[in-house]
């Protein structure tokens, strides 16, 4: 299923992944379309992400990532920024959730 197959989605509906394959999802609590592979392969968090994390949740965490790497001007060429950002998506997926930095202020919508 293409960029231009012409299928349309309700407001709010899941889009489909490519295999098919479903998981309890960890972020919505329900059985959700899951990722098409690891989104890490050699780390354990990787695997733990696809087993329990929807596209959907996947995709909110993508857009928190870009605010925290930005807020905190991560290098990901360094290990211990690299261990820094793992350590907030295992708080996203699995823990309190991630904390927004001290001081952000989210951008205003466009009205």
Known sequence: MGCG?????AAGSERPNRTGRRVFCVKFQKEMYGL??????NHPIGQRIFDNVSMEAWKLWLEH?????NEYRLNLGTQEHQEFLIGQMEQYF????AAFPA????????N
Do not use: A, L, N
């Open 36 to 41: 098409d592979e690891s989104p890490f392969d």
């Open 5 to 9: 197959s012409g299928m349309t989605f």
């Open 65 to 69: 990532m870009k605010m925290i790497m």
């Open 94 to 97: 699995f823990g309190e959730g």
């Open 103 to 110: 001081g952000y202020v989210p951008p205003k919508s466009k």
